[in-house]
């Protein structure tokens, strides 16, 4: 088997560098460990920056995000009893961002590739790379017990940050920053309309809350929980009795509860592996970073990511120029870092940390009053979260 660019994973990152690689004639095969069943179970964020949504539709594939997806021009941020609203719009000059999940970006990814008759190899087992220090790379793996070997120009490292790529490179040539918080996320899915129009971000004495949605049906609920919680220790009334207890008094009244049909527990962690290019192979996504959801930056980080490197081997077959293929790691980098820190400190500004003490909490308090009193501050915010330019 031989393709240009052998792709490992088929998650958002995998399938959009795919797309983007198609529409510049550039061949590829997505190589997935999972059925395409089980990665479009994962429940994930799904706030779109335009730079996500203009690759997506550059890559042909977001017609129904348009259709479906809610453009959304602010956020509210909740502490001391009431909201206050971050208009988009106003602080950025118009810019905004896409509510649409990424379980349907990823529907639409996989839907276009099938369309396009492009090879996407599921339930690949024992993947391995091999030779991306020279000038003939490939992918190893086995499916229904018989072994393959993919012959290829480049390797794209897609395969989030439990995958084999990024563990394939040299430990001496890899350097890893990490910071893993003290506490989890506590997630439900329920089919309830939204709270309210535009998310809410609630900084509690009890904890942090997040209160963001699917569709005007859909809603996704977050509540901050120990790091040794259990989703079995939350039925859905204790779950809809803590959420009301960290909203103002209107949200809590407001809130429409029901059955959960997800409920789950994610750790958080700020994650990044420099650099992402080890000869010929590439990270792109989760692969070489991992922020806390608390800014909404996972999926976009991993967009731009792949925006760079589609372009780049672009340039390659059509140019023969491989200046952005040895410019990719220094410019996703320098977007990763950006992101990485307001990940950082939007986590840090909004949620409890017991460590922290009395001081802590009047530290967050006077940023939050700063925050919402402050033009410049709010701008701050209001650019870092519809999106820094790629
Ligand atoms: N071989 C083949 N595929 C693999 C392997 C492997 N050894 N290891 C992992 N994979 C697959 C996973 O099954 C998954 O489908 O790679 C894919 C990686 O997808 P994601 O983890 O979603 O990562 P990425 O595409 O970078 O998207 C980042 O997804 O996890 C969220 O919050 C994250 O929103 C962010 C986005
Ligand atoms: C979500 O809708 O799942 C979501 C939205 C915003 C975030 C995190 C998660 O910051």
């Known amino acids: 088997m031989r393709t240009q660019v052998a792709i490992v994973g ?3 990152a995998g399938l959009l560098l795919g797309a983007l690689l198609a529409k510049a004639g550039v061949e590829s095969v997505v190589l997935e460990r999972r059925s395409a069943e089980y990665v479009l179970g994962r429940i994930r964020a799904g706030v779109l920056e335009q730079v996500t949504v203009d690759l997506l539709d550059a890559a042909g594939a977001g017609a129904r995000m348009h259709v ?10 909740c502490f001391g009893g009431s909201r206050h609203r971050i208009d988009f719009h106003d602080l950025t000059g118009g ?20 369309s396009q008759g492009l090879a996407t ?19 190893r793996f086995t499916q229904d017990g018989r072994p393959y070997e993919l012959e290829c120009d480049f390797i794209a490292g897609c395969d989030g940050y439990h995958g084999v790529s990024r563990q394939s490179v040299p430990h001496s040539a890899l350097r890893k920053y990490e910071r893993i918080y003290p506490f989890g996320w506590l997630g439900v899915l329920s089919e309830t309309p939204p709270v309210s129009h535009e998310l809410i971000y609630s900084n509690h004495e009890r904890g942090f809350a997040l209160c963001s949605m699917r569709s005007a049906t859909r809603s996704r609920y977050y509540v901050q929980c120990a790091l040794d919680d259990k989703v079995e220790h939350w039925s859905d009334a204790a779950f809809w009795a803590e959420l009301r207890a960290r909203l103002d008094d209107a949200a809590a009244d407001a809130l429409v509860t029901g059955p959960s049909i997800e409920k789950s527990i994610a750790p958080l962690r700020s994650f990044v592996a420099e650099p992402m290019r080890f000869g010929r192979l590439f990270l792109a996504g989760d692969a070489a970073h991992i922020v806390p959801p608390t800014g909404a930056k996972g999926l976009n980080l991993a967009a731009g990511d792949v925006g760079l490197l589609a372009r780049a081997f672009e340039e390659h077959y059509r140019d023969r120029s491989d200046a952005a293929i040895d410019d990719y790691s220094a410019r996703c980098l320098r977007r990763v870092w950006r992101a990485e820190r307001f990940s950082w400190w939007f986590t840090s500004l909004m949620h409890k940390f017991p460590e922290t003490g009395a001081f802590g909490q009047k530290m967050q308090a006077a940023e939050l009053d700063y925050l919402v009193h402050s033009r410049a501050a709010a701008t701050a915010l209001a650019e870092n979260y519809v999106g820094l330019p790629l």
Do not use: C, N, W
Not at 68 to 77: D, K, N, Q, S, V
Not at 95 to 114: A, I, P, S
């Open 68 to 77: 479906e997806g809610l453009p959304h021009a602010g956020i509210e941020l």
């Open 10 to 12: 088929a998650g958002p």
């Open 121 to 139: 190899i599921y339930e690949a087992e024992d993947v391995s790379v091999h030779g991306f220090d020279g000038s003939r790379p490939s992918v």
């Open 95 to 114: 810019k905004q961002v896409m509510v649409y999940g990424q379980t349907e970006v990823t529907r639409d990814l996989m839907d276009l590739r099938e």
